[in-house]
């Protein structure tokens, strides 16, 4: 348990005492969607598809990686909205590189985000193969998936949130979709090499606006979260609404991210990360971690965290490990997990190394607790201002160390439930779940 390569960890380590802990309940605001599909058919109509969209005409629906909530509801929406104006719909994966950029590989990822050809009742179309359209006037090429690319119409469909390495009037959305989502790794790799030396906005919109210009969009249908991974709102809009509308939408999507309410921490636990939770494993708007060269400030107002130990890595995420370089400390299973090829063609194609480079690692999470909470300076670790979360999505229901109680209890948002106690772990030394 305590042991390295068969050294054992040095006896202060291993006699550290841990903090206690007491579960706080965080409240954010909830606006929610009760009936998603209703409304996603309701949306459609109202942004005016069937006036767009002749009978026998074909329409290409994007599908993309994000564990967005209710997305094979959304999706299926969308499905049944183009035959209901007498379209004839099919799905493609609408996710750059992601799924190891193989058409098998994206195909499962949709898999496990519940799209099938049965669960949707049209084709899903997986393929590599993208198709130039043009180029913009800088020389910056437009690119559309193969399927996508012989159908008569595109209709784009995402969440709108915060994106993790850019701040801007659009961020995660539409119009990424547009420009990366819909590319395949072709696109995406190419847009990313070009925003390490150009502007994230100028390109993204640009090659959105290109995409709704010709013609081939349809529609796009924006779904907003809340805090609590929530359909807060989905809105439909005709073509020429997508960018300014969205640049509305992400000041709302903003204000209703989950945030953790402390100012200071010393050692943030994550239990998940994975490329369903974020693009980035974990959200660096709440973590205010970035690893990408020459990132901005956050566009949302994060805690100072010295120290993050990510203990696991989700089932959805298959092996995507992106985002574990922004952890100080891990555990061996989740090390096991990564798909080599799968993390580092994701990170060849964001053109972000520090995002996959594995940091030191421990068999149980009992001796890389131990570890990085003598890391953190000269506060004794039973002392330390401790945090743990289930993944940045789940914010609602968080552990918090006795010495931030007093700030939890001052603040309006949260509430402490139950008195601070030991941290539990099984006889394999893995914290126990909360």
């Known amino acids: 348990m305590w042991s390295v390569d068969g050294a054992e960890l040095p006896a202060d380590v291993r006699e550290t005492r841990f903090p206690k802990m007491a579960r706080v309940r965080q409240t954010f605001d909830r606006p929610r ?46 499905v049944d909205a183009v035959r209901a104006v007498g379209g004839r719909p099919f799905v493609f994966p609408a996710m750059g590189s992601h799924g190891g950029a193989t058409a098998e590989g994206q195909a499962s990822v949709l898999e496990h985000y519940g799209i099938t050809e049965a669960t949707m ?16 006037d800088d020389g910056t090429p437009v690119y559309l998936d193969r399927y ?22 659009v961020e995660s959305g539409l119009c990424k979709m547009l420009a990366i989502g819909v590319g395949k790794q072709m696109g995406a790799s190419y847009y990313h090499r070009a925003f390490l030396r150009q502007d994230f906005e100028q390109i993204v919109i640009g090659a959105a606006e290109f995409l709704i210009d010709s013609g081939r969009v349809c529609m796009g249908l924006a779904v907003v979260e809340n805090a609590y991974d929530e359909t807060a709102m989905v809105v439909g ?22 945030s953790i309410l402390f100012r200071e921490i010393d050692c943030l636990i994550v239990d998940a990360i994975g490329k369903d939770v974020s693009g980035g494993g974990m959200d660096s708007n709440i973590t205010g971690r970035k690893f990408r060269a020459g990132e901005g400030a956050s566009s949302v107002q994060a805690p100072d965290i010295l120290r993050i130990f990510v203990r696991d890595m989700t089932e959805k995420s298959q092996g995507n490990a992106t985002g574990i370089g922004s952890a100080d400390v891990t555990t061996t299973r989740l ?58 999505l789940d914010l609602e229901d968080i552990l918090v160390s006795e010495a931030l109680l007093a700030e939890a209890r ?18 394999a030394g893995q914290l126990t779940d909360f």
């Open 237 to 258: 809009l005709a073509p020429q609404e997508i960018v300014p509308v969205e640049k509305k939408l992400i000041r709302q999507a903003r204000e209703l991210m989950g």
């Open 410 to 427: 001052e603040a309006p948002n949260a509430t402490v439930l139950g008195s601070p106690e030991s941290m539990q772990f099984t006889d």
């Open 121 to 136: 009742g049209c084709s899903v179309k997986c393929g590599p193969d993208a198709v130039e359209l043009g180029r913009l």
């Open 148 to 169: 996508a690319h012989e159908a008569d119409h595109l209709a784009v469909v995402n969440r709108v949130k915060p994106h993790t390495g850019f701040h801007a009037a």
């Open 33 to 78: 969607v009760d009936d998603v599909a209703a409304a996603v058919l309701a949306q459609a109509a109202e942004c005016g598809l069937g006036s767009r969209v002749r009978p026998g005409d074909t329409v290409a629906i994007t599908a993309g990686s994000r564990g967005i909530a209710n997305i094979d509801t959304i999706v299926r929406g969308v």
């Open 335 to 392: 090390v096991e997990q990564i798909d080599r090829n799968s993390t580092y063609m994701n990170a060849l194609t964001a053109k972000v190394t520090e995002g996959c480079k594995i940091p030191p690692y421990f068999d149980t999470d009992v001796a890389a607790l131990a570890w990085v909470l003598n890391t953190v300076g000269l506060t004794e670790p039973q002392d330390t201002k401790t945090v743990r979360i289930r993944s940045t």
